[in-house]
């Protein structure tokens, strides 16, 4: 799974008058809805009155603190399962290759690579000097030891390293190599991978955190991972902040690393403070932290504009959300059903309720901002009820004594997994009673996001709802359709795979844009999931430190090492 799923950004304490008005029913206009006029702009908006800086934010001499939400605390960034712990890693590594606000690569610890002209071999140069947190050196030993656990037969983590098509990869974790043959140490600042063919996420996927040989790898043996697992609660990195303490349920706690590549951070402490949706705004208010996200919504700009000291950031997401189908429950397995439960879901009024003016309903698993959308080019499934319910009568399920569908003595019930957020405490009424207009019963089960992850992980669910994480290439936002990452939904669909591959192995990006293009056709035609929406991203920062420029591609940690308090 390289598309890691998780729960929205942190979420503000209240609904606006618009959401407790358009969850009781019926049409409703939305009064609150921000105008073209009233939309803020994308970019930072400075605080306009520091003097407004609470008193215990003062107090702070040497720590700036940011908002999380349901860490679980594999702080291992190959390991993790949950987008938070991805947050915390974030802190802790650096990677070999970054990517700038735009989205492009650009040099991290490696100063430099060149890419063979048949697109096979990649030549990455390390910076000199490089060293761990604890300062032992980084070299490229390191790189060959970190990409050759992700080739191991024992590795499951989210990073799916066989994308990347290493030569020897797939010998070495079959048992028929000791050795990734693809992967060569030229020198310690240099490192030769050779792949077996041109891949347009390859270079991101080797280019990833490294970790060090000396502490991960001690005995390490091919097919066993037992050692390396003990350490995810003790990680040894080389970003710019060192961890020193996990308290579950408060907060996560790291220091400044000296050894940082780009110099020591110029503030001594970072602090990770749980925060949840009935405190995050209460807490950013009093100065208990100095940043966190919201949702992009005209009532909690405004709530942040009145505060006077919060700089106030606003940029577009390279997310979606969505609802999963489980497509190997029987009802599910049937694409008429699926389309009609789309048709049948108003999810305009759910993006209008949430976001009013800051988000967009989804109609293609990438974000508008990404090169490869295409606006036009796919079935929208506007609202439409009448749509659903033939669609639903075509596939033999009729409507029973009470309204609900039944078919072969079976209900149309269907159950939904959802964590707590503001999207799915709106989706759940909306949801409900759309689909009941249409014959369908909906039973929402609502458990933390841990859990949900849990259980759809066993199979044990019809529906399911998250978010994916930051997809930085087209690719990242269909690798779970493909038919051997959908071990939990049981999709599986040939021409989707087909696709998947094609637009993977085509490195010229014209080139790749009809290749998606096809491809979101084809999921349209046979979803496995509801789209629901694409988002702008609220986040707002104390004007007691300044330096926070976060962006879809790097969020807070990428400016991280930048970010001072104002004396």
Same mark, same amino acid.
């Given at each position: 799974?390289?598309?890691?799923?998780?729960?929205?950004?942190?979420?503000?304490?209240?609904?606006?008058?618009?959401?407790?008005?358009?969850?009781?029913?019926?049409?409703?206009?939305?009064?609150?809805?921000?105008?073209?006029?009233?939309?803020?702009?994308?970019?930072?908006?400075?605080?306009?009155?520091?003097?407004?800086?609470?008193?215990?934010?003062?107090?702070?001499?040497?720590?700036?603190?940011?908002?999380?939400?349901?860490?679980?605390?594999?702080?291992?960034?190959?390991?993790?399962?949950?987008?938070?712990?991805?947050?915390?890693?974030?802190?802790?590594?650096?990677?070999?290759?970054?990517?700038?606000?735009?989205?492009?690569?650009?040099?991290?610890?490696?100063?430099?690579?060149?890419?063979?002209?048949?697109?096979?071999?990649?030549?990455?140069?390390?910076?000199?000097?490089?060293?761990?947190?604890?300062?032992?050196?980084?070299?490229?030993?390191?790189?060959?030891f970190t990409l050759t656990?992700?080739?191991?037969?024992?590795?499951?983590?989210?990073?799916?390293? &066989? %994308? !990347?098509? /290493?030569? #020897?990869?797939?010998?070495? +974790? *079959?048992?028929?190599?000791?050795?990734?043959?693809?992967?060569?140490?030229?020198?310690?600042?240099?490192?030769?991978?050779?792949?077996?063919?041109?891949?347009?996420? &390859? %270079? !991101?996927? /080797?280019? #990833?955190?490294?970790?060090? +040989? *000396?502490?991960?790898?001690?005995?390490?043996?091919?097919?066993?991972?037992?050692?390396?697992?003990?350490?995810?609660?003790?990680?040894?990195?080389?970003?710019?902040?060192?961890?020193?303490?996990?308290?579950?349920?408060?907060?996560?706690?790291?220091?400044?690393?000296?050894?940082?590549?780009?110099?020591?951070?110029?503030?001594?402490?970072?602090?990770?403070?749980?925060t949840n949706p009935s405190?995050?705004?209460?807490?950013?208010?009093?100065?208990?932290?100095?940043?966190?996200?919201?949702?992009?919504?005209?009532?909690?700009?405004?709530?942040?504009?009145?505060?006077?000291?919060?700089?106030?950031?606003?940029?577009?997401?390279?997310?979606?959300?969505?609802?999963?189908?489980?497509?190997?429950?029987?009802?599910?397995?049937?694409?008429?059903v699926r389309q009609a439960?789309?048709?049948?879901?108003?999810?305009?009024?759910?993006?209008?309720?949430?976001?009013?003016?800051?988000?967009?309903?989804?109609?293609?698993?990438?974000?508008?901002?990404?090169?490869?959308?295409?606006?036009?080019?796919?079935?929208?499934?506007?609202?439409?009820?009448?749509?659903?319910?033939?669609?639903?009568?075509?596939?033999?399920?009729?409507?029973?004594?009470?309204?609900?569908?039944?078919?072969?003595?079976?209900?149309?019930?269907?159950?939904?997994?959802?964590?707590?957020?503001?999207?799915?405490?709106?989706?759940?009424?909306?949801?409900?009673?759309?689909?009941?207009?249409?014959?369908?019963?909906?039973?929402?089960?609502?458990?933390?996001?841990?859990?949900?992850?849990?259980?759809?992980?066993?199979?044990?669910?019809?529906?399911?709802?998250?978010?994916?994480?930051?997809?930085?290439?087209?690719?990242?936002?269909?690798?779970?359709?493909?038919?051997?990452?959908?071990?939990?939904?049981?999709?599986?669909?040939?021409?989707?795979?087909?696709?998947?591959?094609?637009?993977?192995?085509?490195?010229?990006?014209?080139?790749?844009?009809?290749?998606?293009?096809?491809?979101?056709?084809?999921?349209?035609?046979?979803?496995?999931?509801?789209?629901?929406?694409?988002?702008?991203?609220?986040?707002?920062?104390?004007?007691?430190?300044?330096?926070?420029?976060?962006?879809?591609?790097?969020?807070?940690?990428?400016?991280?090492?930048?970010?001072?308090?104002?004396?």
């Amino acid at each position: 799974m390289t598309r890691l799923l998780r729960s929205l950004s942190t979420q503000p304490t209240r609904f606006t008058l618009a959401l407790h008005i358009a969850l009781l029913g019926g049409a409703v206009a939305f009064s609150s809805l921000a105008s073209a006029d009233d939309v803020l702009k994308e970019g930072i908006t400075p605080a306009t009155d520091a003097s407004q800086i609470p008193a215990a934010a003062k107090q702070r001499k040497d720590a700036v603190v940011a908002g999380i939400s349901e860490p679980q605390g594999i702080f291992n960034p190959y390991f993790f399962v949950n987008g938070w712990d991805e947050n915390v890693t974030n802190v802790i590594f650096s990677r070999l290759i970054d990517w700038d606000s735009q989205g492009k690569l650009v040099p991290g610890l490696a100063e430099s690579w060149t890419v063979s002209p048949d697109g096979k071999v990649y030549t990455i140069k390390l910076r000199p000097n490089l060293t761990f947190s604890d300062g032992s050196p980084l070299t490229a030993e390191d790189v060959a030891f970190t990409l050759t656990v992700l080739s191991d037969p024992q590795y499951d983590g989210a990073i799916d390293i &066989t %994308l !990347a098509n /290493i030569a #020897g990869g797939a010998e070495y +974790k *079959a048992g028929k190599a000791d050795s990734v043959s693809g992967l060569k140490v030229i020198d310690p600042q240099t490192i030769e991978v050779t792949t077996t063919q041109p891949g347009a996420t &390859t %270079l !991101a996927k /080797i280019g #990833g955190p490294v970790l060090s +040989k *000396a502490y991960y790898g001690k005995n390490y043996q091919r097919g066993n991972l037992d050692y390396l697992r003990t350490l995810h609660g003790k990680p040894l990195g080389n970003g710019p902040y060192v961890y020193d303490k996990y308290i579950p349920g408060q907060e996560i706690r790291f220091h400044a690393n000296t050894h940082f590549w780009r110099g020591t951070p110029p503030t001594p402490r970072f602090i990770y403070r749980v925060t949840n949706p009935s405190t995050n705004f209460q807490l950013f208010q009093t100065g208990e932290t100095d940043y966190d996200a919201f949702t992009s919504r005209p009532d909690d700009i405004e709530q942040l504009k009145l505060l006077g000291f919060a700089n106030i950031n606003l940029y577009g997401s390279s997310d979606y959300s969505e609802v999963e189908f489980n497509v190997r429950r029987p009802a599910l397995k049937e694409v008429k059903v699926r389309q009609a439960l789309i048709y049948g879901l108003d999810r305009q009024k759910l993006i209008d309720v949430v976001y009013q003016g800051y988000g967009t309903v989804a109609i293609e698993p990438i974000a508008p901002i990404s090169w490869a959308y295409n606006p036009d080019g796919v079935n929208p499934y506007k609202y439409d009820p009448a749509q659903a319910k033939k669609l639903l009568d075509e596939a033999g399920w009729k409507p029973g004594a009470d309204g609900i569908r039944v078919k072969d003595g079976k209900r149309l019930e269907l159950t939904l997994l959802v964590s707590k957020k503001v999207l799915n405490d709106a989706l759940i009424p909306i949801a409900k009673e759309n689909w009941q207009q249409i014959g369908v019963q909906l039973k929402p089960q609502v458990v933390d996001f841990n859990a949900l992850m849990a259980q759809r992980k066993s199979g044990n669910y019809d529906l399911a709802s998250f978010s994916t994480s930051t997809l930085n290439d087209p690719h990242d936002g269909v690798w779970d359709f493909y038919s051997t990452e959908a071990k939990e939904s049981g999709y599986n669909n040939p021409e989707v795979d087909k696709l998947i591959n094609e637009g993977n192995a085509t490195l010229d990006v014209e080139k790749r844009k009809p290749i998606y293009h096809q491809l979101y056709k084809v999921l349209a035609d046979d979803p496995p999931v509801i789209l629901l929406g694409n988002r702008k991203i609220l986040s707002a920062s104390s004007a007691r430190v300044t330096g926070f420029k976060p962006d879809i591609y790097n969020g807070l940690t990428g400016s991280l090492p930048d970010v001072k308090i104002v004396k």
